[in-house]
């Protein structure tokens, strides 16, 4: 069965740069969404289709997706952006996520 | 938006059936998931279904136990939860299909399948 990795966790200093990866076979071919959830909250979208950033999501947070990796960055991040970080695929008709990654702004 | 009702708790082997009830958007015209969040553990896909219900689809994991359906006329996505096990604990999520992600969730509700 297909499968997402990601890191278990992330830490950045505010206002530097926080890159997540996800990785999965030839993942490039296809489509990758990914999903910010706050304690207590449910997920919310961030971006889809690779790199398109949901409605109200800031601009310093932005997606690639090439080869086997996915990538989501956050720029200049703040304390706000500390939370849990998924990404998700569709693998022929089921849906794949990874395991998550705690991003921690020191 | 997005409610979910249903949940608790129920004996091994039990039944539970979850509701979701959609607002503010034309229901009938987008496709639905249910999504599960053990506690303290990640993101699992359960199972979609397609605007006109000709597509669904399950995760391996509760494949012949749950059952996911719709009602457009009510504006409602249900899950039937059968032969329940420990394992199957969970916030259960329901959201929305856009553009391959999921750009709308309800708040959850949780089951808990214990004797």
């Known amino acids: 069965s297909y499968e997402l990795t990601q890191p278990p966790s992330v830490s950045v200093s505010p206002g530097q740069t926080a890159s997540i990866s996800c990785s999965g076979s030839?993942?490039?071919?296809?489509?990758v969404s990914w999903y910010q959830q706050k304690s207590g909250q449910p997920p919310h979208l961030v971006i889809y289709?690779?790199?398109r950033r949901s409605s109200g999501i800031p601009e310093r947070f932005s997606g690639s997706n090439s080869g086997n990796t996915a990538t989501l960055s956050i720029s200049g991040t703040q304390a706000v952006d500390e939370a849990d970080y998924y990404c998700?695929?569709?693998?022929?008709?089921?849906?794949?996520f990874g395991g998550g990654t705690r991003l921690t702004v020191l | 938006q997005l409610v979910e009702s249903g949940g608790g708790l129920v004996q091994p082997g039990g039944s539970l059936r979850l509701s979701c009830e959609a607002s503010?958007?034309?229901?009938?015209?987008?496709?639905m998931n249910w999504v599960r969040q053990a506690p303290g553990k990640g993101l699992e896909w359960i199972s979609h279904?397609?605007?006109?219900?000709?597509?669904?689809y399950y995760a391996e994991s509760v494949k012949g136990r749950f059952t996911i359906s719709r009602d457009n006329a009510k504006n409602s996505l249900y899950l039937q939860l059968n032969s329940l096990r420990a394992e199957d604990t969970a916030v259960y999520y329901c959201?929305?299909?856009?553009?391959?992600?999921?750009?709308?969730w309800g708040q959850g509700t949780l089951v808990t399948v214990s004797s």
């Open positions: 289709q690779d790199m």
């Open positions: 503010g958007f034309i229901f009938k015209t987008y496709a």
């Open positions: 959201a929305r299909d856009q553009f391959r992600g999921f750009d709308s």
């Open positions: 998700q695929a569709w693998d022929s008709s089921t849906v794949i």
């Open positions: 279904i397609s605007s006109s219900t000709n597509n669904i």
């Open positions: 030839k993942l490039g071919d296809r489509y």
